[in-house]
Nanobody, 124 residues
Framework: QVRLVESGGGLVQAGGSLRLSCVASARTFSSDRIGWFRQAPGKEREFVSAIRWNGGSLRYADSVKGRFTISRDNAKNTVYLQLNSLKPEDTAVYYC?????????????????WGQGTQVTVSS
């Protein structure tokens, strides 16, 4: 079971940027994925982005395409999520989670080993 710890959240004005980090206690197989999800108050947790440790299978939710970028640093067992051109509707707790094996789904059920989350607040 891999343990994940997120950091990098904060308060930013609309149009600003943040970089979130997700540090894994261990890097598993190269085909395994790290995904980012977010959950706003009163809403369900939703998929944001995902990447495999080998750098493949990058995926983004339509709502963040062109604004968010996912990347990984295997030497640091870390996956990053660069958030640019932030909007108030991006306000949420952002979580990272691991998906093992050849899974390709991006639902909450396709991921396990969730981190504790980091708050992102975008003011208008």
């Amino acid at each position: 079971q891999v343990r994940l710890v997120e950091s990098g959240g904060g308060l930013v004005q609309a149009g600003g940027s943040l970089r979130l980090s997700c540090v894994a206690s261990a890097r598993t197989f190269s085909s395994d994925r790290i995904g980012w999800f977010r959950q706003a108050p009163g809403k369900e947790r939703e998929f944001v982005s995902a990447i495999r440790w080998n750098g493949g299978s990058l995926r983004y939710a339509d709502s963040v395409k062109g604004r968010f970028t996912i990347s990984r640093d295997n030497a640091k067992n870390t996956v990053y999520l660069q958030l640019n051109s932030l909007k108030p509707e991006d306000t949420a707790v952002y979580y990272c989670a691991a998906s093992f094996g050849a899974r390709i789904g991006v639902t909450v059920g396709d991921f396990g080993s969730w981190g504790q989350g980091t708050q992102v607040t975008v003011s208008s």
